[in-house]
């Protein structure tokens, strides 16, 4: 049995030698088939043929080298490019973000001077009914025919007339206060201490014509006494993109809905205050693209695609804080801005 394997062994020993053997001779043949086959291609019969060749060969690299060092210059000059460019488009987006407060100022300015001028008409159809009626009760007290009746029915006109000039008194005075006070704001970055509910209450006085035109109410469940040392420029800017966002985009012009601002203390330091209305919702597609530079659903309605970007860059950077948004189409967004009480101070610039 020994001998047996030892003599299978053997041979399968010469075999695989020849198969090797005949390996290399079928390889060696196949490089010398396709070496002729190359050198007849080439047409080398002579030196002459070979010097040619080598001078085609040098030219080549001399133009690679050339076509080189042309595309590192072109690269550099497109890096160079580059650079200025996106120096440029910091410039842009710096004077975008000095910009835009006062285009949501200006942008609310013709209807709130609208809604100041009815308090201002009422007041001066007001005092004009009372200077009449004034001037009516010297001529009769001059006649020397004043009654009783007649001066209580005078009292009673001049109160009526008082209270109303009283009342529009008080709503131009709401209206200018706070367009004064979010006008101040917007104007500047000056961190101070200020209560969230009369932030809240200020924007929503200077949204008012916007929202009158519409179907939907605004709610506020605001926690009493949450006091911040922030800044509320930026803060106002924020809640009037995300108010003007759901005006425009989550209810149709005839649609009735709410929206809902809460706002609530976290812990000590951490205030959350929730934009959230019942309307359409966005899609997922949609909000893969939300917060995108100039990416609007709305154009035709006047959307710039810049509100919720801008927004954004005011939560997460002056503010110090972070923007969080859930929506469900059918069903409605929920924005949610996670606040520190006290923001971060921001660099004093040189």
């Given at each position: 049995m020994k001998t047996s394997n030892r003599t299978k062994s053997r041979a399968r020993s010469s075999k695989a030698e020849q198969f090797t053997t005949e390996s290399w001779r079928s390889v060696e043949e196949l490089l010398k088939n396709s070496l002729t086959r190359s050198l007849d291609a080439l047409n080398l019969s002579r030196k002459a043929d070979v010097d040619r060749l080598n001078a085609q060969i040098f030219d080549l690299e001399s133009k690679l080298r050339d076509t080189r060092r042309a595309l590192k210059k072109e690269i550099t000059n497109l890096a160079r490019e580059l650079g200025a460019s996106d120096s440029e488009l910091a410039r842009l987006n710096a004077e975008q973000l000095r910009l835009r407060p006062m285009a949501l100022l200006s942008s609310m300015v013709p209807a709130l001077a609208h809604d100041l001028n009815t308090p201002i008409g009422n007041a001066n159809l007001v005092s004009s009914s009372l200077r009449e009626l004034v001037a009516e009760f010297r001529t009769v007290v001059e006649s020397g025919e004043l009654r009783k009746s007649y001066l209580n029915e005078f009292i009673d006109d001049l109160d009526s007339g008082l209270t109303i000039l009283c009342a529009t008194a008080e709503r131009a005075a709401e209206i200018s206060g706070a367009l004064k006070h979010v006008a101040i704001d917007y104007a500047s970055m000056r961190r101070r201490t200020f209560e969230m509910s009369t932030l809240v209450g200020d924007v929503l006085t200077t949204l008012h014509p916007s929202v009158r035109k519409t179907k939907v109410s605004i709610t506020t469940?605001?926690?009493?006494?949450?006091?911040?040392?922030?800044?509320?420029?930026?803060?106002?800017?924020?809640?009037?993109?995300?108010?003007?966002?759901?005006?425009?985009?989550?209810?149709?012009?005839?649609?009735?809905?709410?929206?809902?601002?809460?706002?609530?203390?976290?812990?000590?330091?951490?205030?959350?205050?929730?934009?959230?209305?019942?309307?359409?919702?966005?899609?997922?597609?949609?909000?893969?693209?939300?917060?995108?530079?100039?990416?609007?659903?709305?154009?035709?309605?006047?959307?710039?695609?810049?509100?919720?970007?801008?927004?954004?860059?005011?939560?997460?950077?002056?503010?110090?804080?972070?923007?969080?948004?859930?929506?469900?189409?059918?069903?409605g967004t929920v924005i949610t801005l996670s606040l520190p009480r006290v923001a971060p101070e921001q660099p004093v610039a040189a």
């Open positions: 469940h605001i926690d009493n006494d949450i006091e911040m040392i922030s800044y509320p420029g930026p803060l106002e800017q924020v809640l009037t993109n995300l108010i003007q966002n759901a005006l425009l985009h989550a209810f149709t012009p005839d649609s009735t809905g709410i929206i809902d601002l809460t706002a609530s203390v976290e812990g000590d330091s951490v205030v959350l205050l929730r934009v959230s209305d019942n309307g359409s919702g966005i899609s997922d597609a949609v909000q893969k693209k939300l917060f995108t530079p100039f990416f609007t659903t709305r154009p035709d309605a006047g959307g710039s695609g810049v509100g919720l970007n801008y927004a954004r860059q005011l939560v997460e950077g002056t503010l110090g804080g972070a923007l969080e948004l859930v929506s469900t189409l059918g069903v």
